[in-house]
């Protein structure tokens, strides 16, 4: 009995764990040897989550982050609130209720740091077309697809809500609606973005923008695609 209730939870556990580490191979890479680091708490503090070698063999795990002691001047200067660290917001303060107050900050593009030089910067998306959206979605169009990204958070949390805004274009306003379903802990985590609707634009006013969105965790790392834009 006791071995059968062992297995269900290494079951049950294996699905986080696994998307704590993701192996991958960069397409094209023609950089040196690379750490895979976060400048979320500053240039002159890179948080490491992993390598990539000369052929472009990468690991990143979120487990292996060593993140510095948490002093007032590094909160002050590079954390937020929870209800303002994902990509998409909802519009009215009290939406996340008292857990949108917790301590929290986004990763921003992982960086490849080669010899103390920031050699060039990551894209996880599902669909190479999205990556446009991501570098400036002033100007380049969305499309539905998913893309991820890190956050820290000081506590463990659960979010389960919906929430609806309202975007502005030239002749009136477009409703937006953001479905969040996450289950953080206390540290770094993996998020999900999975643009469900596009809303089509002119584009001479602006670009498409993503007008339905689901942010959960990290369901699938195997849809992970890599992508670079390097430096030099």
């Not at 390598?51 to 979120?62: C, T």
């Not at 917001?89 to 490849?112: E, V, Y």
């Not at 030089?117 to 380049?140: H, I, M, Q, R, T």
Request: glycine letters at 6%.
């Amino acid at each position: 009995m006791r071995t059968v209730l062992i297995i269900c939870v290494l079951t049950l556990l294996s699905p986080a764990l696994q998307a704590q580490k993701i192996s991958r191979t960069l397409e094209n890479h023609h950089s040196k040897t690379a750490d895979l680091v976060l400048f979320a708490t500053g240039m002159d503090n890179p948080l490491k989550l992993g390598i990539v070698d000369a052929k472009g063999n990468l690991s990143a795990d979120l487990s292996d982050i060593l993140m510095p002691a948490i002093t007032d001047e590094l909160k002050e200067m590079y954390f937020t609130e929870l209800r303002d660290v994902f990509m998409f917001g909802c519009g009215g303060r009290d939406d996340f209720g008292p857990q949108g107050n917790i301590p929290a900050f986004r990763g921003g593009n992982i960086a490849l740091l080669t010899d103390n030089e920031w050699a060039g910067s990551l894209f996880l998306v599902s669909d190479p077309a999205l990556k446009p959206w991501l570098e400036d979605g002033g100007y380049n169009s969305a499309v539905k697809a998913t893309f991820w990204e890190i956050i820290y958070v000081e506590k463990d949390v659960h979010l389960d809500l919906n929430c609806t805004n309202e975007t502005g274009l030239e002749n009136g306003s477009v409703e937006v609606s953001y479905s969040y379903s996450l289950d953080l802990k206390k540290g770094f985590n993996w998020v999900e973005y999975s643009i469900e609707q596009v809303y089509d634009t002119n584009p001479e006013e602006r670009a498409s923008f993503p007008s339905i969105v689901t942010i959960s965790n990290l369901k699938n790392p195997e849809k992970m695609q890599w992508l670079a834009n390097y430096f030099f």
